[in-house]
């Protein structure tokens, strides 16, 4: 009997080699994983099969191409028409985004931006009631509170005007807010709803866009999500986000970005759209002068992989003057570290302001941000913790160049989720964040490397722990 176990054992550790040395990890992520597998046989199997697997992303992303490819390619032929040429040669971070990430600059755009929610759900509403053809809406999460009711009911009321609604959800994300009753009332009515996660085994890849597209031509993304927290607050704790309003080519990007969310959520053959795929791309409103880009990431992408890590990572090392950051979670990769590091010590500005109050999960979150935070206090990273509640993901460089969007500063965004941001390049609106940073900062706590110096023993063997976890969170 002792002989059959030795022989199941010997085969179990086949089989982890096999899972492991062909899949496409880090090698200390795939260490990490054949402890896990090797200590753990059924437990580290099953967290394996679920969370660990690189492989089962890659063939869902080959099984959707090759079941909708004939859309995606239109998709890119439509968008790709936009005229590519400039005066003067790129920047780095344009020429990155259109090379590695096939993402179109184009410099008619307006944007509006809203840091708090009141204003910004005030004009998305009034935008989604002049709907005339259609309403494009993704959030990661929907709250089933005033202002989810509100979205829902203004969605129905449209519906019933014979506007096309189509609304996208993230299975995860919606799952604790109770939204579903209310999700099928607006399907009932005659709106498209789809999840964008269905499958158990994607429960670790995540949809964390926020998106809304109207009539082809106004479109909204950016940090928050859809609930009365984003208006009100949390707990007596003033919540701070920041979102965009953009007209102009741009939005055709947005656009392309939502379609193929839909396709790629879809089981079906036939995609579900009322008309054909070109008339969601009317001329847009090229009232403006702002140069931007929409960056993204998402299942339906070819093999370049890690586009948030690489497109920020390139941002960030071609700052020659100042880097500014927001993120209300900060555990970024040992390269990332060392670059703004390396850029503080070269005498860059780099500043990075995190929230020190959460909706929830506070004890963890701050934990986990601590540990990380600990590697650069001192180097010559100014760190500062917003005494409210922080949640915009958004990134200041140099005197020229903005980030806007649903990035945060750790490995779940850069690395697995399916994310988006807009990147402008425009002085004067640097200069107007500028400004909107250096008012955050009057409700902001310096955390200097002394407060990191005088923590107990407990304290910091309790943030180590944590931070083992920090890729799930």
């Given amino acids: 009997m002792r002989h059959i176990h030795y022989l199941i054992y010997i085969c179990y550790l ?40 690189d492989n089962l992303l890659a063939y869902r992303r080959r099984k959707i191409r090759k079941r909708h490819g004939d859309v995606f390619h239109e998709l890119e032929e439509i968008v790709d028409e936009t005229d590519r040429s400039f005066e003067t040669p ?22 509006e931006i809203y840091t708090t929610g009141g204003p ?21 999460t929907i709250h089933n509170d005033g202002i989810g009711r509100k979205l829902i009911d203004t969605l129905i009321e449209k519906v019933n005007q014979g506007v096309e609604v189509k609304l996208l959800y993230d299975g995860f994300g919606c799952l604790p807010t109770f939204i579903l009753p209310v999700l099928r009332k607006l399907r009932k009515a005659g709106g498209s709803v789809l999840s964008i996660r269905p499958y158990v085994r994607t429960i670790n ?33 003033h919540w701070r986000d920041t979102h965009v309003r953009v007209t102009g080519s741009v939005v055709h990007d947005l656009q392309k970005v939502f379609l193929s969310d839909w396709t790629a959520s879809t089981r079906r053959t036939d995609i579900g759209l009322r ?36 497109s920020y990572f390139n941002l960030i090392s071609h700052t020659k003057k100042r880097v500014w950051i927001q993120t209300p979670y900060f555990r970024p990769s040992e390269i990332m570290i060392n670059t ?29 941000n601590n540990y990380f935070l600990r590697h650069i206090v001192g180097s010559g990273v100014k760190v500062f913790g ?9 990134m200041l460089i140099d005197d020229h160049a903005l980030c806007i969007g649903t ?41 200097d490397h002394a407060k990191f110096k005088n923590q107990n023993l407990l304290s910091r063997a309790a943030e180590s722990v944590m931070s083992f976890l920090s890729p799930f969170s």
């Fill in 14 to 53: 086949f089989l982890i080699i096999f899972l492991i040395f062909f899949d496409r990890k880090k090698p200390m992520q795939r260490f990490g994983w054949i402890l896990v597998l090797t200590f753990l046989p059924g437990v580290g199997l099953l967290l394996y099969w679920f969370i660990g697997s």
């Fill in 90 to 111: 790129p920047s780095k971070g344009i020429e990155f985004h259109q090379k590695y990430c096939g993402s179109i600059f184009t410099d008619d755009n307006n944007v």
């Fill in 120 to 140: 910004k759900f005030e004009q998305l509403l009034r935008d989604l009631e002049a709907a005339e053809d259609h309403i494009h809406v993704q959030y990661f």
């Fill in 205 to 237: 890849y995540r949809n964390h866009r926020k998106v809304v597209i109207i009539d082809g031509k106004i479109g909204y993304l950016g940090g928050m999500n859809i609930g009365d927290q984003y208006k009100y607050g949390v707990k007596g704790k």
């Fill in 275 to 310: 008309h054909e795929l070109r008339h969601y791309f009317p001329v847009p409103n090229t009232t403006g002068n702002l140069g931007a880009q929409i960056v993204a990431s998402g299942l339906y992408n070819n093999d370049n992989e890690e586009i948030m890590n690489l």
């Fill in 340 to 368: 703004l590091k390396t850029l503080a010590t070269l005498g860059v500005d780099v500043r990075i302001m995190i929230s020190l109050f959460y909706a929830s999960g506070g004890l963890f979150h701050r934990s986990t």
């Fill in 386 to 394: 917003y005494t409210n509640i922080m949640h915009a993901k958004t």
């Fill in 407 to 447: 990035v945060n500063l750790n490995s779940r965004s850069l690395e697995i989720d399916d994310e988006i941001y807009a990147y402008f390049e425009s002085k004067t609106l640097a200069t107007e964040y500028e400004q909107v940073f250096n008012r955050d900062l009057k409700h902001c706590i310096e955390l």
